[in-house]
């Protein structure tokens, strides 16, 4: 049934990554993926394949059809949503995370989602990420952040003003359980610092405790490499921002 070619890629991973969704849709109802998710020599799924290659309709048949394949890896320990996170497509990543992907699950490198997505300049998939992670600066094993691989100096500051539109929103959110809870709010709180820029204010609680700011730095693990340098986990040169599909 899988019908491979000689890199291993089956009947289902050419018509994911050639986005052929009628020709999916027959190959899964034939059977195809039955006994077990087809893989080719990298260890990719076709989901893996139509996620790189921005089809979320195909994305959202397979993943539907199938939801433990969401989560699967290839053998660089890359996940379907690491790859439409590279490819820039946030449409897929959207689709994906409507299917219960983990954004916060990293690579065999420590990288997660959103490091690659700020590797390559994805500008909507970064937004659509950021707000997703339990965590939107994670390090990876190199205890660099996804804010050290940002492709430009316009996506680094594009990256700055989403971690401060989400201080802001956790900012009122949290506000808003205390008024409910009846606890007092009054002016102070804490200060997010990235990288030297302050970025939000959490508010302080009236408790007897200090309300004054309070400043927190998040600041980013800065590579030694240039911003020119080729990168411990793409080996590749940093590209120019794009918003992505």
């Known amino acids: 049934m899988y019908n491979p070619d000689q890199r291993a890629d089956s009947s289902l991973h050419i018509a994911a990554r ?3 969704l009628d020709v999916a849709a027959f190959l899964i109802e034939a059977g195809h993926e039955d006994e077990g998710f087809s893989r080719n020599a990298n260890g990719d799924t076709a989901l893996m394949f139509a996620s790189s290659a921005g089809h979320e309709e195909i994305v959202d048949l397979i993943a539907s059809r199938f939801p433990d394949i969401v989560s699967v890896r290839n053998k660089a ?3 379907a949503l690491m790859l439409a996170a590279q490819s820039g497509s946030s449409t897929c990543i959207t689709t994906l995370l409507a ?6 699950l990293a690579d065999d490198a420590g990288n997660t989602a959103l490091h690659y997505a700020s590797a390559h300049g994805a500008l909507k998939a970064l937004r659509t990420l950021v707000f997703a992670s339990t965590n939107p600066l994670p390090q990876n094993y190199y205890s660099w952040t996804p804010l050290s691989y940002s492709s430009t100096v316009q996506a680094e500051v594009y990256f700055k003003n989403l971690l401060a539109e989400r201080a802001r ?3 009122k959110a949290e506000q808003q359980q205390l008024e409910s809870a009846g606890a007092g709010i009054r ?3 804490l200060r997010l610092v990235v990288g030297g820029d302050a970025v939000g204010v959490l508010p302080g609680r009236e408790d007897g405790q200090d309300s004054s700011p309070r400043e927190v730095a998040v600041r980013s693990q800065t590579p030694t490499l240039g911003r020119s340098e080729k990168m411990a986990f793409t080996g590749r040169q940093r590209m120019r921002a794009s918003s992505g599909d």
């Open 18 to 20: 050639e986005g052929l």
């Open 77 to 79: 320990g890359l996940t």
């Open 99 to 104: 299917h219960d992907a983990d954004p916060d």
């Open 169 to 171: 929103r956790e900012a």
């Open 187 to 189: 002016p102070g709180g």
